[in-house]
């Protein structure tokens, strides 16, 4: 099984640095790999766009940052919200804008963006 | 006043799809910036280092990314680890090899090179 957030937390624990800290992929494979990749779908503009938006909007201890492969290519441009560890699909401008009302602003979540724990990579599960 | 894991997870959602998500940071500045940064302390070579061992020692449900600028880079070479949200500072093999012993496999914490609330940039605080 998967382990809960509250499963790796320890008491004398430092609080969470960021409150919410957003890490996109921004991984690039070449043009016709089998597994694709973020990046060639995009990814490096969305995280850009979300990180700007991020700061217009003041939202607060919210950091946007851009990461290596996250190894859930099929299901991309993936990003992932942590510490909760929700994990979207983002695929458009107005998907960011959504998490970042929805999620990063008011704490919910954006359902039809969400991956799940089905999402997988072939060979991985 | 910073937000704990708990604050963040809500009834319904997947759980965590690592175990432990590492993100080690691997930004670089151009040589003599004030900031300095964690590519030019070394960074990339640990994180290298770092995702062949985890992968050596079958760490399961363990990822192991290089990420973008984490803006700890005084306090760096910086890497975090969630959903804990716990924030190391690596300068060697070493230091990498007791991450992945004492909080990567048994859980516990490296208390010797832990970040803590105080670790906060210049200006920042």
């Not at 859930?72 to 510490?83: H, L, Q, S, T």
Request: overall charge positive; aromatic content about 6%.
């Amino acid at each position: 099984m998967q382990a809960k957030n509250e499963d790796r937390r320890l008491p004398g624990d430092p609080e969470q640095y960021y409150a919410a800290h957003v890490f996109v992929c921004c991984n690039r494979r070449p043009d016709g790999h089998k597994r694709g990749s973020c990046a060639a779908a995009g990814s490096e503009a969305l995280r850009d766009y979300m990180k700007a938006r991020a700061k217009e909007l003041g939202l607060p201890r919210v950091r946007v940052n851009m990461a290596g492969c996250l190894d859930r290519c099929e299901f991309g441009p993936a990003m992932v919200i942590y510490p909760e560890g929700i994990w979207y699909k983002i695929a458009t401008k107005a998907d960011v804008d959504e998490i970042l009302e929805t999620h990063l602003r008011h704490g919910g979540r954006v359902e039809r963006l969400l991956l799940t724990a089905r999402d997988i990579p072939p060979g991985k599960g």
